[in-house]
């Protein structure tokens, strides 16, 4: 009996572990995603100027707090729309255009990693 009490506990452990990893993975999924997007525009990118705001977007990105919440959402769905503006705008030659929604993305991030700081 002791060793069905050990295989319990043991795969009660396991469980939470695994529920706990898989957990971990959404929650930080929109960042990577983010990341990679970003990082796709940048190798499509001409001008050095758009190349230099797209990388540092990356890294801003790449050092923030990469867990999520839901009440993120807002500022998560608007990131995400400011990068694919910039992409089109950069796929369309519009610098200057796409130089303002990087910007925005980066304010936007910003405002996210502060709120994202007042949650934990």
């Known amino acids: 009996s002791l060793y069905v009490i050990v295989l319990f506990f043991a795969k ?5 572990i695994v529920s706990s990893q898989a957990y971990t ?21 001409a001008d050095a100027s758009v190349t230099s705001a797209l990388a540092e977007l990356s890294d801003n990105i790449r050092y923030s707090d990469p867990m999520s919440s839901p009440s993120l959402v807002s500022y998560e769905t608007a990131i995400s729309d ?5 992409s089109s705008s950069v796929r369309a030659g519009d610098n200057a255009t796409a130089l303002h ?14 709120r994202c700081k007042l949650l934990k």
């Open 82 to 86: 400011c990068v694919l503006k910039a």
């Open 25 to 45: 993975k959404k929650k930080v999924g929109f960042l990577r995603l983010l990341k990679a997007d970003v990082d796709d525009v940048i190798r499509i990118t």
């Open 101 to 114: 929604y990087i910007g925005e993305a980066n304010r936007l991030l910003e405002s996210r990693n502060q």
């Open 12 to 16: 009660r452990s396991v469980d939470y």
